[in-house]
C-alpha cells in the first residue's frame, strides 16, 4: 500500500482509540454504589474567579467502600468545594467539619439505576459517534486520493476494508 494510505489508516487507528480511551473515562465518573475518586474528575470549582478542577484543589481520598473524602489544599476553599459538589449532577450530599468534606455515597435506588442506564448508553453513544466520524474522515480521504489519481480504487477498496475493520 502506498505510504499515504498506511498513513491515513495509523492516524485513524490512533484517533479512533483515543475515543475509545475517552470514553472509558467518561464511564469511569459514572456513580455507582462504590465510592471512587474518579467520581469528582469532571468538577470544577470557581476558585479565585477561575474554574479549577476538584482534583487540582484538594486530595480526594477513599476510605470506606461508601464513602469518599475530600480535604482541600486551601481550608477557605471549602465553602466553594462543597457548593461545586451539591450543584453536579451526582447527587451527593457534602458535609464537612471544618477540614475535611465527607461524602457519603448512597445506596442505588430503582430510578437512579435507571437514571444510571440512560446515561451509561448516552456515553456510549457518543463514544460510537466519535469513532464513526474518524472513519467517515478517513474514507472521504481515500476519495480524494483516488479522485487525485495517486492511488487506485482497488488499494482504495483495500484501505477502506483495514479502517472498517478498525471501526468495528
Given at each position: 500500500?502506498?505510504?499515504?494510505i498506511d498513513d491515513l489508516v495509523q492516524d485513524a487507528e490512533r484517533?479512533?482509540?483515543?475515543?475509545?480511551?475517552?470514553?472509558?473515562?467518561?464511564?469511569?465518573?459514572?456513580?455507582?454504589?462504590?465510592?471512587?475518586?474518579?467520581?469528582?474528575?469532571?468538577?470544577?470549582?470557581?476558585?479565585?474567579?477561575?474554574?479549577?478542577?476538584?482534583?487540582?484543589?484538594?486530595?480526594?481520598?477513599?476510605?470506606?467502600?461508601?464513602?469518599?473524602?475530600?480535604?482541600?489544599?486551601?481550608?477557605?476553599?471549602?465553602?466553594?468545594?462543597?457548593?461545586?459538589?451539591?450543584?453536579?449532577?451526582?447527587?451527593?450530599?457534602?458535609?464537612?467539619?471544618?477540614?475535611?468534606?465527607?461524602?457519603?455515597?448512597?445506596?442505588?435506588?430503582?430510578?437512579?439505576?435507571?437514571?444510571?442506564?440512560?446515561?451509561?448508553?448516552?456515553?456510549?453513544?457518543?463514544?460510537?459517534?466519535?469513532?464513526?466520524?474518524?472513519?467517515?474522515?478517513?474514507?472521504?480521504?481515500?476519495?480524494?486520493?483516488?479522485?487525485k489519481g495517486e492511488v487506485g480504487s482497488d488499494e482504495e477498496h483495500?484501505?477502506?476494508?483495514?479502517?472498517?475493520?478498525?471501526?468495528?
Amino acid at each position: 500500500m502506498p505510504p499515504a494510505i498506511d498513513d491515513l489508516v495509523q492516524d485513524a487507528e490512533r484517533r479512533m482509540d483515543k475515543s475509545v480511551e475517552s470514553t472509558q473515562v467518561e464511564f469511569n465518573t459514572v456513580r455507582t454504589g462504590r465510592a471512587s475518586a474518579a467520581l469528582l474528575d469532571r468538577i470544577t470549582v470557581d476558585y479565585y474567579g477561575q474554574q479549577t478542577p476538584l482534583k487540582q484543589l484538594a486530595t480526594i481520598n477513599v476510605p470506606e467502600p461508601r464513602m469518599l473524602t475530600v480535604q482541600p489544599f486551601d481550608p477557605s476553599s471549602i465553602k466553594e468545594i462543597e457548593r461545586a459538589v451539591q450543584e453536579s449532577e451526582l447527587g451527593l450530599t457534602p458535609s464537612n467539619d471544618g477540614k475535611v468534606i465527607r461524602l457519603p455515597i448512597p445506596q442505588l435506588t430503582e430510578e437512579r439505576r435507571k437514571e444510571l442506564v440512560k446515561l451509561v448508553r448516552q456515553m456510549a453513544e457518543e463514544g460510537r459517534v466519535a469513532v464513526r466520524n474518524v472513519c467517515c474522515d478517513v474514507m472521504y480521504y481515500f476519495k480524494e486520493l483516488v479522485d487525485k489519481g495517486e492511488v487506485g480504487s482497488d488499494e482504495e477498496h483495500r484501505a477502506e476494508e483495514r479502517v472498517q475493520k478498525l471501526t468495528d
